[in-house]
């Protein structure tokens, strides 16, 4: 017997755990690779059965869960939209100065509606979220779901027609709009953090309006060599001495990576104007050990169904 699991039962299973933390412990010191390592809490790989009527069989994946004692079928698509908004809730928390927290979210898809509930949940001193939808979401731009988390945590929220209204003033800014043409969002408010789920690069002057650049797992760094930051790193740790004045004034090298700020072996923000840029290398990994948190929760609250294999 194989439990299957759809999008709407991981949300529901979503609620019931605490993905951040499950994060916070895996960068410390665990990889994750597109197919989710093999280790003592369970492993992932393609599922080879058939794909029920609302999801095609290419984006199932199994999960053999030793710890659970079952196994369970799920969306790697959902999966992988989980791990992306938990990385930019940490993101969130990690580098936005502490105080009154407004926050922007560009985009519509699964991962821009979870990172609304999520950054609700677990960033401090949120107070509202302006959100500029792009594309045509079942629904409209904000679920059900989404807004009675937010109105649940006491934050406001409203919905921007530009993107550049939505980015007025905000403290964190969230962009999950890969595929689409970049909008036009003006100048970055001092002291922001720009969260870049996309895996895209960003458009040049909004690179250059940055002080300092993160990743969320410098390991990563080598695996994205067609990506500007990946360029101008290993530019600037080949220059030594002669880095030149111009790139060091835009701080183009990759200062460090959540683990590293999260043990204190970096000290992260050095100054409250700065705009921060943070690279999301692992978004689309598939993260084992949240899908063995998902299974658990599931298991507990009675959600899923039985397959027969």
């Given amino acids: 017997m194989i439990l299957r699991l759809d999008t709407d039962e991981l949300l529901s299973a979503l609620d019931a755990i605490d993905p951040v933390d499950a994060l916070i412990e895996e960068l410390a010191g665990r990889a994750c690779d597109d197919v989710g390592p093999s280790s003592p809490e369970g492993r992932l790989t393609p599922w080879r059965g058939g794909g029920p009527a609302d999801a095609p069989a290419t984006d199932l994946v199994l999960l053999e869960d030793p710890r659970a004692g079952s196994d369970c079928v799920l969306p790697a698509s959902a999966l992988r939209g989980f791990r992306t908004a938990a990385l930019a809730t940490l993101a969130g928390r990690t580098f936005v100065t502490p105080g009154v927290v407004t926050a922007a979210v560009l985009g519509s898809g699964l991962a821009a509606q979870v990172s609304l509930t999520l950054i609700a949940r677990y960033l401090s001193g949120l107070s509202h979220v302006a959100v500029c939808p792009t594309g045509d979401e079942p629904g409209g731009p904000l679920q059900p779901r989404v807004i009675d988390r937010l109105d649940l945590a006491g934050v406001g929220w409203s919905v921007a027609p530009a993107a550049a209204e939505a980015v007025f003033g905000a403290t964190l800014v969230v962009a999950a709009i890969a595929g689409a043409p970049w909008p036009e969002i003006g100048r970055l408010p001092k002291g922001a953090v720009l969260v870049n789920t996309t895996g895209e690069d960003l458009p040049d002057d909004l690179v250059d309006a940055v002080d300092q650049v993160y990743v969320d797992d410098a390991a990563l760094i080598g695996a994205s060599p067609h990506r500007y930051f990946a360029k101008m790193h290993r530019a600037g740790l080949n220059a030594g001495p002669a880095w030149s004045a111009w790139t060091e004034q835009r701080h183009r ?30 978004a689309n990994a598939l993260d084992v050990r949240l899908a063995c948190l998902l299974h658990g929760a599931a298991l507990e609250h009675g959600l899923g169904r039985r397959l027969v294999e």
């Fill in 253 to 282: 090298r990759i200062e460090a990576d959540f683990a590293q700020v999260l043990t204190g072996a970096h000290a992260g923000r050095t100054h409250v104007d700065h705009i921060l840029l943070v690279e999301l290398l692992s």
